[in-house]
């Protein structure tokens, strides 16, 4: 009988620049990295509670102090980290971070998802690999599990967008499961022990199920910043307003309206001005803090997003 072992794994997010990082390490790895998140497993010995046992870990691995977390999901699939002998679960957390200076490891997150920043426009990754590698897969006859249910034609679409259906951005982790479904990721060639494809262009791989937890993350931030403020975790305390749309669009991979933008942070009443102004470079700029006090006003003081187109 496989024993059973908790394991605790956090994808550790913050914004530097206009870049969404993440922390992330390859220890050991010679040749083609293979990333990993920090994690480790749970030892109800000496952590009183799973969260404990995260920070912990965050420390110990990242030497970080977490602030806000969040419990995403647990993930049990077989095989997952191909152990001998050991079924072995993870409990993915999702935790939100200032990016401290000096602190490696943190790195750009769509070096996993390329298809994923529509700030620039549509990703060109998606016509030049993804799209057709997607539609050769959905002309192939369906596997017994798939059928009665949705074509593979449907998913794609109703995944990545048609003309018919609109690019959801926070089906982020639909969209890697549709592409380790078809092999179009390193880790579904690894886990079905095929030679590696050359022709992959889909972003790097990493250990065990990591990625599939980093896509779980970034979809469910995407979808709180439209009912939580949770980007003021990543802010600093005071940060100008071009900034603080830097670091959305940085999160949710769209370009959004700056007159919109602002009009929908201020009348939200999210922020209030410092009365300081920026005093380095370019010309000055006023700065502003989160206002606390929403929290208490409404229930639901987020940002209503819309594309710049």
Do not use: C
Not at 6 to 24: F, K, S
Not at 25 to 30: D, E, F, K, L, M
Not at 184 to 197: M, T
């Amino acid at each position: 009988m496989n024993r059973l072992e908790i394991n605790l794994t956090a994808v550790i997010m913050g914004a530097g620049g206009d870049q969404p990082l993440v922390y992330a390490s390859a220890p050991g790895v010679a040749g083609r990295p293979v990333f990993g998140l920090p994690s480790g497993p749970f030892d109800p010995e000496h952590h009183r509670t799973l969260e404990l046992g995260l920070r912990n870990f965050a420390k110990d691995q990242a030497g970080l102090s977490l602030g806000y977390v969040e419990q995403l999901y647990t993930f049990g699939d077989r095989g997952r980290t191909q152990s001998h002998g050991m079924h072995e679960i993870s409990i993915g957390y999702l935790a939100l971070t200032r990016v401290p200076a000096g602190v490696a490891n943190f790195r750009p997150l769509y070096q996993w998802f390329p298809w994923e920043d529509w700030r620039k426009g549509r990703p060109a990754v998606l016509d030049a690999f993804v799209m057709p590698a997607l539609n050769a897969w959905s002309q192939e006859p369906p596997s017994e599990q798939e059928r009665g249910g949705l074509s593979r034609k449907d998913r794609v679409a109703l995944h990545f967008g048609a003309p018919s259906v609109p690019f959801d951005e926070e089906k982020v982790l639909e969209r890697y499961e549709l592409l380790y479904e078809a092999g179009l990721v390193e880790e579904a060639q690894r886990d079905r022990q095929l030679p590696l494809r050359e022709d992959l262009a889909s972003g790097h791989a990493m250990q065990f199920d990591h990625r599939r937890i980093l896509a779980t993350a970034l979809g469910r931030i995407r979808g709180k910043l439209k009912y939580r403020p949770l980007i003021f975790e990543i802010m600093p305390d005071a940060f100008t307003l071009t900034d603080l749309q830097r670091k959305v669009e940085a999160i949710s991979g769209q370009h959004l309206h700056k007159q919109n933008f602002r009009r929908l942070v201020e009348t939200g009443g999210l922020v209030e001005a410092t009365g300081e102004q920026t005093t380095t470079g370019g010309r000055p700029a006023a700065l502003f803090r989160f206002r606390r006090e929403v929290l208490t006003e409404r229930p639901a003081p987020g940002l209503r997003l819309g594309r710049a187109g």
